[in-house]
């Protein structure tokens, strides 16, 4: 008996075949899409208001938060976060073959990069962002001739809601960079992109002008834009451009490759439910791993989106608000001054109505007090107490203690209890300096592997070194410098905990050393581990030590001597 499938011809079901195929792919996409952006909307509303508090931006009401005013709390917690962790980790490569000529030029060039690219500034902004949200967000990519990294903010980040927070790479199955606006022009000049798709774009938008925002991701643009709506700025969804902007996303998903037998991530950029481009990353950039580098301070098990420090600061900040508010209000209705009159005294009172205005006279059904009496408002000064525990209730959660913030304490505090609050938070920061640690590692591999699979787009820069005399040497250093066939293992470790490891380790020689105070080896070792200290160049090292053993350094007269005295031999007469 023939089936319903065998009638239909067979160039009919090529032909469903492959759309079938597109299709499935196209659907995957949107539900991808789809659930990672309700995954990630429950927090919009939080994000908002930390961004709110932190910007000293606050939402009035007639109940709670009646003036506009706001208690700084946000801001200084999130910036004595910053000045403890401000501090850009050293990244370096070793050389896995032991080559250190090789290891000498891609350290340098790092150090080129890290100034040309603004890795600092990026650093800080990234810190911020995981303070304010809970996670921050870096992107590799490639630009003029070298590899960029860009800070991300997580309304432009979508990632697979069922990935493993602590393993994102190899957990998620997708990831997206939304919310990316590029003019006509611009994705005309682009090559990679379907020519026959730009065309079809270039005809629906050619009457138009400003800010096309893509279908897909409206609800997404729009949760953005809030925040800078609070800020005052009222034309974010609209403004005026002088030329087409159309609103593009980069979609990153995992396929199943048959003929390599592994997982390929593919690129997928769209804009309004038009593919411009869909390749495997492979075969753009060389790589097969996601471009982007994301931390949290507070990883969950099952939640991509953690708690920030912005989380446990903002009900607290709310509730300072209101108290601030009811204070500032309840200070100026007593400068003002609020009376009550019998209305019924004379019909000549005009009567008024009840609300709370300055200089306000309210009519009451009787005789108050001989016809006028003034209104009692009390004093809230009170509520300082409350105010100030819930300050310190932040401080001790978030590690931002007075003292961190460079205010001092009242009462009498001794040295040690202030030494003994300090090292407890300096250890309650350090959890964070943990996972920004790892991030960095990661940050330091990636673009090392970024760098070396698009070699051929990467121009040659002019480094200048500076010699022990003073004088500036130029050097061409191109990627065939420090390419290795075996590769490089990424290092990083922060100066001040370098220095600080140092100093540790040269106080134990010191110790050992006077255990063994005629061993000239280890003596020398101290030296050169002193000389670690002040960051000296090897040339200055060197130099120094030649000197020492030319002129060691005279014993001290006043020493106590350890060697064995031998009497000298009296001839006899």
């Given at each position: 008996?023939?089936?319903?499938?065998?009638?239909?011809p067979e160039s009919t079901l090529v032909e469903k075949k492959e759309w079938s195929e597109e299709d499935e792919l196209e659907l995957r996409v949107q539900k991808y899409r789809t659930g990672a952006f309700e995954h990630q909307s429950r927090r919009h509303p939080d994000w908002r208001e930390i961004y709110g508090l932190y910007r000293d931006k606050v939402v009035?009401?007639?109940?709670?938060?009646?003036?506009?005013?706001?208690?700084?709390?946000?801001?200084?917690?999130?910036?004595?976060?910053?000045?403890?962790?401000?501090?850009?980790?050293?990244?370096?490569?070793?050389?896995?073959?032991?080559?250190?000529?090789?290891?000498?030029?891609?350290?340098?060039?790092?150090?080129?990069?890290?100034?040309?690219?603004?890795?600092?500034?990026?650093?800080?902004?990234?810190?911020?962002?995981?303070?304010?949200?809970?996670?921050?967000?870096?992107?590799?990519?490639?630009?003029?001739?070298?590899?960029?990294?860009?800070?991300?903010?997580?309304?432009?980040?979508?990632?697979?809601?069922?990935?493993?927070?602590?393993?994102?790479?190899?957990?998620?199955?997708?990831?997206?960079?939304?919310?990316?606006?590029?003019?006509?022009?611009?994705?005309?000049?682009?090559?990679?992109?379907?020519?026959?798709?730009?065309?079809?774009?270039?005809?629906?938008?050619?009457?138009?002008?400003?800010?096309?925002?893509?279908?897909?991701?409206?609800?997404?643009?729009?949760?953005?834009?809030?925040?800078?709506?609070?800020?005052?700025?009222?034309?974010?969804?609209?403004?005026?451009?002088?030329?087409?902007?159309?609103?593009?996303?980069?979609?990153?998903?995992?396929?199943?490759?048959?003929?390599?037998?592994?997982?390929?991530?593919?690129?997928?950029?769209?804009?309004?439910?038009?593919?411009?481009?869909?390749?495997?990353?492979?075969?753009?950039?060389?790589?097969?791993?996601?471009?982007?580098?994301?931390?949290?301070?507070?990883?969950?098990?099952?939640?991509?989106?953690?708690?920030?420090?912005?989380?446990?600061?903002?009900?607290?900040?709310?509730?300072?608000?209101?108290?601030?508010?009811?204070?500032?209000?309840?200070?100026?209705?007593?400068?003002?001054?609020?009376?009550?009159?019998?209305?019924?005294?004379?019909?000549?009172?005009?009567?008024?109505?009840?609300?709370?205005?300055?200089?306000?006279?309210?009519?009451?059904?009787?005789?108050?007090?001989?016809?006028?009496?003034?209104?009692?408002?009390?004093?809230?000064?009170?509520?300082?107490?409350?105010?100030?525990?819930?300050?310190?209730?932040?401080?001790?959660?978030?590690?931002?203690?007075?003292?961190?913030?460079?205010?001092?304490?009242?009462?009498?505090?001794?040295?040690?209890?202030?030494?003994?609050?300090?090292?407890?938070?300096?250890?309650?920061?350090?959890?964070?300096?943990?996972?920004?640690?790892?991030?960095?590692?990661?940050?330091?591999?990636?673009?090392?592997?970024?760098?070396?699979?698009?070699?051929?787009?990467?121009?040659?820069?002019?480094?200048?070194?500076?010699?022990?005399?003073?004088?500036?040497?130029?050097?061409?250093?191109?990627?065939?410098?420090?390419?290795?066939?075996?590769?490089?293992?990424?290092?990083?470790?922060?100066?001040?905990?370098?220095?600080?490891?140092?100093?540790?380790?040269?106080?134990?020689?010191?110790?050992?050393?006077?255990?063994?105070?005629?061993?000239?080896?280890?003596?020398?070792?101290?030296?050169?581990?002193?000389?670690?200290?002040?960051?000296?160049?090897?040339?200055?090292?060197?130099?120094?030590?030649?000197?020492?053993?030319?002129?060691?350094?005279?014993?001290?007269?006043?020493?106590?001597?350890?060697?064995?005295?031998?009497?000298?031999?009296?001839?006899?007469?």
């Amino acid at each position: 008996m023939d089936t319903e499938l065998e009638k239909v011809p067979e160039s009919t079901l090529v032909e469903k075949k492959e759309w079938s195929e597109e299709d499935e792919l196209e659907l995957r996409v949107q539900k991808y899409r789809t659930g990672a952006f309700e995954h990630q909307s429950r927090r919009h509303p939080d994000w908002r208001e930390i961004y709110g508090l932190y910007r000293d931006k606050v939402v009035t009401n007639r109940l709670t938060q009646r003036q506009s005013v706001n208690v700084p709390l946000m801001k200084e917690s999130i910036r004595t976060m910053l000045s403890k962790t401000d501090e850009f980790t050293d990244i370096y490569f070793e050389s896995l073959s032991g080559d250190k000529q090789k290891e000498i030029f891609i350290n340098e060039y790092w150090n080129w990069y890290y100034k040309e690219d603004n890795l600092e500034l990026k650093d800080i902004v990234d810190k911020k962002q995981v303070g304010l949200y809970g996670r921050s967000i870096m992107k590799l990519n490639l630009f003029d001739g070298r590899p960029t990294v860009d800070v991300l903010e997580p309304y432009d980040w979508l990632c697979d809601r069922y990935a493993d927070p602590a393993d994102i790479d190899n957990t998620a199955n997708y990831q997206a960079h939304i919310n990316i606006f590029k003019s006509i022009s611009d994705i005309s000049d682009t090559d990679m992109y379907d020519k026959s798709a730009v065309e079809k774009l270039r005809i629906q938008y050619a009457t138009s002008m400003g800010l096309v925002k893509s279908e897909e991701n409206v609800k997404a643009l729009e949760a953005k834009n809030e925040r800078m709506q609070d800020m005052g700025l009222y034309d974010i969804n609209n403004p005026e451009v002088g030329q087409t902007y159309v609103e593009l996303n980069e979609h990153y998903i995992k396929l199943w490759d048959e003929e390599s037998k592994r997982l390929v991530i593919h690129i997928r950029i769209t804009a309004d439910n038009i593919t411009l481009m869909d390749k495997p990353l492979e075969d753009l950039f060389g790589i097969n791993f996601f471009p982007f580098i994301t931390w949290a301070d507070d990883i969950e098990k099952t939640d991509i989106w953690s708690d920030g420090m912005g989380d446990v600061i903002r009900t607290p900040n709310k509730i300072l608000n209101s108290f601030f508010s009811s204070m500032i209000e309840n200070r100026m209705l007593r400068n003002f001054g609020m009376h009550m009159y019998d209305g019924t005294a004379s019909d000549k009172w005009i009567p008024q109505t009840y609300d709370p205005v300055p200089f306000g006279w309210y009519p009451v059904a009787g005789n108050p007090n001989d016809v006028v009496k003034q209104i009692d408002i009390p004093d809230l000064s009170e509520s300082m107490d409350e105010m100030n525990f819930i300050i310190g209730m932040v401080e001790r959660a978030t590690a931002s203690t007075a003292t961190e913030k460079g205010v001092q304490e009242k009462g009498d505090v001794t040295l040690g209890q202030v030494k003994l609050m300090l090292a407890n938070s300096n250890q309650r920061i350090t959890s964070i300096a943990k996972f920004y640690r790892l991030a960095r590692i990661e940050l330091g591999t990636k673009w090392y592997k970024f760098t070396m699979a698009n070699a051929k787009w990467i121009k040659p820069v002019e480094i200048y070194k500076k010699s022990t005399k003073g004088n500036y040497f130029k050097e061409t250093v191109a990627i065939d410098d420090w390419k290795d066939d075996v590769g490089y293992v990424c290092k990083v470790v922060s100066s001040s905990e370098r220095d600080q490891k140092n100093i540790e380790q040269v106080q134990k020689m010191q110790a050992v050393s006077g255990m063994f105070p005629n061993n000239i080896p280890l003596k020398n070792i101290l030296k050169k581990r002193a000389l670690d200290l002040v960051d000296l160049s090897p040339e200055e090292i060197k130099e120094v030590m030649e000197f020492e053993d030319t002129n060691p350094t005279p014993e001290d007269p006043n020493a106590v001597s350890t060697e064995t005295k031998v009497p000298a031999v009296v001839p006899t007469t």
